[in-house]
């Protein structure tokens, strides 16, 4: 919040532009950096016209937040309005949004968005823009959390007239979703007579609402419950119930005096790692404790949302990315579960990041200060990227640098590949990531390999799996270049090209295209067997068979492997990337890859050589009958 006074304070100091100076100061104070141009002109111009109106009103004693920043997001609400109801004498808070436009018109396809000149592209309708700040705020803040109905919203669009803008009421209007014009400004008025009461000070209500803990309301909590805890019965078995109840005591902890402490929950694929993540999730909404999700996978938040928060827009508010972080204040939370954790990267900035973010603050830093309790939950050998950061070690370092204590707990029983230990060593003997050197698999009950001797075979084989019933993908290294996303309705390009066997990668992009379903989906929907995925899909995800090309990037000669960055394709190799580095991330990338099966896992390589190296190993072949 940049400024907050009575209605009638801010009408004054609208006159001498003292308050426009001080709106700028505070925005430098917090931001660091100075409003720009448009937005010192919308404050000249939006403010005089709201405070002019509420005291026309007889409600000069209300209280205006101006630029109030909702909890745990850098969106600001232009107005929070705060006083007493007329009719009930609880607390009401009134979120304006203020439009300078004359003229709008809902999107002909979407009521929910809207075009004005000013703009190529669509933007949200106000009125769905100001709906949504109201229930994010009832979501996140505890004043308001068990008293859904003290929030109220407004649009105030002060220079447009009704046939300017009147078609945006195409959407469904509700007591969160209002608007008015100029020239509806005595209906505005009155509106706000309905909502705030002319005898009371609203100074009290604003001081309770500033108060309110970052907490979910009772609704949250039990959407969350039934979402993500009750939906399926996770039964957390040793060290997962472990791990569970070490974060929960932390947590306990922190609540009953200032303590602040880690925890590191550390396991290899299938450990239960993401499974502990949304029980505590769960556990911790039904308490009221304030908690949120983050990971750096794109696929894996996506996922969550649809799979977790179905239809449910406060679920899917839940879960996070990692670099959410980089303005929120320090402790917000309770607890972040910092699901996927190898993803951390160096820093949160990006090339779409203000340089005013820039600070080169660590990422790791962010999370582990925005929480009271940060959680996470990792796997070292699926660093995949450079860049990438998420170790014991670093989270160690970077706690003990900060003083904080930092609790691990390692996880041994693994529920991915079939619940197959013998198969997880296998892979990490194979691939030199554990000593050893490879050996020749001994088949056990629990997870079956085999090796193809051809593409189509090997998609022949998965297809026979698939009509059984069975859930099958194929994926491979990055060795093929990746083609431009298609216009709808083209085929999509076969990129991964092996003779004359060629398929299309997974979708970039966030939508489907010609029938193949949007990238973070790949993994889940049916309809990504017909592409080649990549590790960067594929991970944090499993499916019932797994089909794994090893490209020419990884070739074994003689009696080891041999790493080729030229025949990478992947752009995440720069030339700074170290040789020792790309080693390790192409072998983390066929060990994620070759993981992600529960009944079985079809391999074959481009290699001849490699492929001889395979056989030797392994018995199997997908040419033999296998039990299914």
Same mark, same amino acid.
């Given at each position: 919040?940049?400024?907050?006074?009575?209605?009638?304070?801010?009408?004054? !100091?609208?006159?001498?532009?003292?308050?426009?100076?001080?709106?700028?100061?505070?925005?430098?104070?917090?931001?660091?950096?100075? &409003?720009?141009?448009?937005?010192?002109?919308?404050?000249?111009?939006?403010?005089?016209?709201? %405070? %002019?109106?509420?005291?026309?009103?007889?409600?000069?004693?209300?209280?205006? +937040?101006?630029?109030?920043?909702? &909890?745990?997001?850098?969106?600001?609400?232009?107005?929070?309005?705060?006083?007493?109801?007329?009719?009930?004498?609880?607390?009401?808070?009134?979120?304006?949004?203020?439009?300078?436009?004359?003229?709008?018109?809902?999107?002909?396809?979407?009521?929910?968005?809207?075009?004005?000149? @000013?703009?190529?592209?669509?933007?949200?309708?106000?009125?769905?823009?100001?709906?949504?700040?109201?229930?994010?705020?009832?979501?996140?803040?505890?004043?308001?959390?068990? #008293?859904?109905?003290?929030?109220?919203?407004?649009?105030?669009?002060?220079?447009?007239?009704?046939?300017?803008?009147?078609?945006?009421?195409?959407?469904?209007?509700?007591?969160?979703?209002?608007?008015?014009?100029?020239?509806?400004?005595?209906?505005?008025?009155?509106?706000?007579?309905?909502?705030?009461?002319?005898?009371?000070?609203?100074?009290? @209500?604003?001081?309770?609402?500033?108060?309110?803990?970052?907490?979910?309301?009772?609704?949250? +909590?039990?959407? %969350?419950?039934?979402?993500?805890?009750?939906?399926?019965?996770?039964?957390?078995?040793?060290?997962?119930?472990?791990?569970?109840?070490?974060?929960?005591?932390?947590?306990?902890?922190?609540?009953?005096?200032?303590?602040?402490?880690?925890?590191?929950?550390?396991?290899? &694929?299938?450990?239960?790692?993401?499974?502990?993540?949304?029980?505590?999730?769960?556990?911790?909404?039904?308490?009221?404790?304030?908690?949120?999700?983050?990971?750096?996978?794109?696929?894996?938040?996506? =996922?969550? *949302?649809?799979?977790?928060?179905?239809?449910?827009?406060?679920?899917?508010?839940?879960?996070?990315?990692?670099?959410?972080?980089?303005? =929120?204040?320090?402790?917000?939370?309770?607890?972040?579960?910092?699901?996927? @954790? #190898?993803?951390?990267?160096?820093?949160?900035?990006?090339?779409?990041?203000? @340089?005013?973010? !820039?600070?080169?603050?660590?990422?790791?830093?962010?999370?582990?200060?925005?929480? !009271?309790?940060?959680?996470?939950?990792?796997?070292?050998?699926?660093?995949?990227?450079?860049?990438?950061?998420?170790?014991? /070690?670093?989270?160690? %370092?970077?706690?003990?640098?900060?003083?904080?204590?930092?609790?691990?707990?390692?996880?041994?029983?693994?529920?991915?590949?079939?619940?197959?230990?013998?198969?997880?060593?296998?892979?990490?003997?194979?691939?030199?990531?554990?000593?050893?050197?490879?050996?020749?698999? /001994?088949?056990?009950?629990? +997870?079956?390999?085999?090796?193809?001797?051809?593409?189509?075979?090997?998609?022949?084989?998965?297809?026979? *799996?698939?009509? !059984?019933?069975?859930?099958?993908?194929?994926?491979?290294?990055?060795?093929?270049?990746?083609?431009?996303?298609?216009?709808?309705?083209? &085929?999509?390009?076969?990129?991964?090209?092996?003779?004359?066997?060629?398929?299309?990668?997974?979708?970039?992009?966030? *939508?489907?295209?010609?029938?193949?379903?949007?990238?973070?989906?790949?993994?889940?929907?049916?309809?990504?067997?017909?592409?080649?995925?990549?590790?960067? =899909?594929?991970?944090?995800?499993?499916?019932?068979?797994?089909?794994?090309?090893?490209?020419?990037?990884?070739?074994?000669?003689?009696?080891?492997?041999?790493?080729?960055?030229?025949?990478?394709?992947?752009?995440?190799?720069?030339?700074?990337?170290?040789?020792?580095?790309?080693?390790?991330?192409?072998?983390?990338?066929?060990?994620?890859?070759?993981?992600?099966? +529960?009944?079985?896992?079809?391999?074959?390589?481009?290699?001849? /050589?490699? *492929?001889?190296?395979?056989?030797?190993?392994?018995?199997?072949?997908?040419?033999?009958?296998?039990?299914?």
């Amino acid at each position: 919040m940049l400024f907050r006074e009575s209605a009638k304070t801010i009408a004054a !100091r609208a006159l001498d532009s003292s308050l426009y100076l001080h709106l700028t100061e505070q925005f430098v104070h917090m931001h660091g950096y100075r &409003p720009s141009a448009a937005e010192v002109r919308s404050w000249e111009r939006s403010v005089p016209a709201l %405070a %002019a109106a509420l005291n026309d009103a007889g409600l000069g004693e209300v209280e205006v +937040m101006l630029e109030y920043a909702l &909890p745990l997001n850098s969106k600001r609400a232009d107005a929070v309005l705060a006083g007493v109801h007329p009719a009930t004498g609880e607390p009401s808070y009134v979120i304006v949004e203020l439009k300078q436009w004359s003229q709008a018109e809902p999107d002909e396809d979407d009521p929910a968005l809207c075009r004005i000149d @000013a703009y190529t592209h669509p933007v949200l309708n106000p009125i769905e823009q100001v709906r949504r700040y109201c229930e994010y705020l009832v979501n996140f803040n505890g004043a308001v959390a068990e #008293h859904f109905g003290r929030v109220t919203g407004v649009a105030y669009l002060h220079n447009a007239t009704e046939f300017g803008v009147g078609g945006l009421r195409a959407i469904e209007l509700d007591d969160r979703g209002q608007l008015f014009t100029a020239e509806r400004r005595g209906d505005f008025i009155d509106h706000l007579r309905t909502k705030l009461s002319d005898k009371v000070p609203g100074a009290r @209500a604003a001081d309770e609402l500033q108060a309110g803990r970052t907490v979910p309301s009772k609704q949250l +909590m039990s959407v %969350a419950a039934q979402e993500v805890r009750e939906r399926e019965q996770f039964i957390l078995l040793d060290e997962q119930q472990v791990a569970y109840r070490v974060v929960l005591n932390a947590v306990r902890k922190a609540k009953q005096s200032d303590h602040k402490e880690i925890v590191v929950v550390t396991g290899g &694929p299938g450990t239960g790692k993401s499974v502990i993540a949304l029980s505590l999730l769960g556990e911790l909404y039904r308490q009221g404790v304030p908690a949120l999700h983050a990971t750096g996978s794109q696929s894996f938040t996506k =996922t969550m *949302r649809k799979v977790a928060g179905t239809r449910k827009r406060e679920v899917q508010d839940l879960f996070k990315y990692f670099n959410s972080f980089m303005t =929120t204040e320090k402790n917000s939370l309770d607890v972040l579960i910092c699901d996927e @954790a #190898h993803r951390i990267r160096e820093t949160s900035a990006n090339r779409y990041t203000q @340089a005013a973010h !820039r600070t080169g603050k660590r990422q790791i830093d962010e999370l582990i200060d925005v929480a !009271r309790v940060p959680v996470f939950l990792l796997d070292e050998h699926q660093v995949v990227r450079p860049g990438e950061m998420g170790t014991v /070690e670093d989270i160690k %370092a970077a706690a003990a640098a900060k003083g904080l204590e930092c609790h691990v707990v390692p996880l041994e029983s693994q529920f991915r590949c079939g619940g197959s230990d013998a198969y997880l060593r296998w892979v990490k003997r194979l691939l030199g990531l554990e000593s050893g050197g490879p050996v020749v698999w /001994e088949p056990d009950d629990r +997870m079956q390999l085999l090796v193809a001797d051809s593409p189509q075979e090997m998609e022949a084989f998965l297809q026979a *799996r698939r009509d !059984r019933g069975y859930g099958a993908r194929m994926s491979a290294g990055y060795c093929w270049p990746w083609s431009k996303e298609p216009r709808p309705g083209d &085929p999509l390009p076969a990129d991964v090209v092996i003779g004359d066997w060629a398929r299309p990668w997974n979708l970039r992009g966030d *939508r489907s295209v010609s029938g193949a379903p949007p990238s973070a989906l790949w993994a889940t929907d049916p309809a990504g067997f017909g592409q080649v995925g990549c590790v960067y =899909t594929a991970q944090g995800f499993e499916y019932d068979w797994s089909g794994v090309i090893i490209g020419p990037d990884l070739v074994w000669r003689g009696d080891r492997w041999i790493t080729d960055r030229t025949q990478s394709k992947d752009p995440v190799f720069k030339k700074s990337t170290s040789d020792t580095d790309v080693d390790r991330l192409i072998r983390n990338t066929y060990k994620v890859l070759l993981t992600r099966g +529960m009944v079985g896992t079809v391999v074959w390589s481009t290699d001849p /050589e490699t *492929r001889a190296k395979l056989h030797q190993l392994v018995g199997g072949s997908t040419r033999e009958p296998a039990p299914v």
